[in-house]
């Protein structure tokens, strides 16, 4: 009777610690991995959100820079559009014009080169997300 129980037990222990194993081998390591995969995903997601705000707001900047004049013009103000009238006959409001785009085209260049420093930290950043992900995969397989 002793050593059917003693069997009993040992088989009983035997098999919880196969499904010990298979449980720490397979569900840590895909907890782990999914959340290394949803890490990454965000990353990628983020800087393509960045990267889509800070075209959206350069070209929203140069839209309401170039309408400002023709909303001036057009406002309706006596006064405003007298001055924006005699500004526009001495060549003033077109010399502001050429002077945004000008100041805009410094400012955007300016903004991409900051992009170009952004992207090179953001592709160390992913890269390094990629090489976990893989690291814990490898360790997952084997």
């Known amino acids: 009777m002793l050593a059917t129980l003693l069997g009993i037990f040992a088989g ?6 196969f499904i010990k194993s298979i449980l720490v081998k397979y569900l840590v390591h895909s907890v782990i991995i999914s959340a290394q995969f949803a ?3 965000s990353t990628i997601v983020f800087v393509g ?4 705000f800070t075209i959206t707001a350069l070209v929203s900047l140069y839209n309401m820079g170039i309408d400002i004049f023709d909303y001036a ?3 309706g103000l006596p006064g405003v559009s007298c001055l924006f009238g005699l500004m526009d006959c001495v060549g003033l409001s077109a010399a502001m014009q050429i002077g945004f785009s000008m100041m ?13 420093k952004f992207t ?3 592709m160390r950043i992913i890269m390094n997300e990629v090489f976990k992900l893989g690291v814990l995969i490898g360790q997952a397989l084997n």
């Open 39 to 41: 890490i990454t995903a």
């Open 73 to 75: 013009t057009n406002a």
């Open 120 to 122: 090179f930290s953001a």
């Open 12 to 17: 009983v222990g035997i098999v919880i610690k």
């Open 104 to 116: 805009y085209s410094a400012l955007s260049t300016i903004v991409i080169f900051h992009l170009f």
């Open 49 to 52: 959100l960045f990267y889509t």
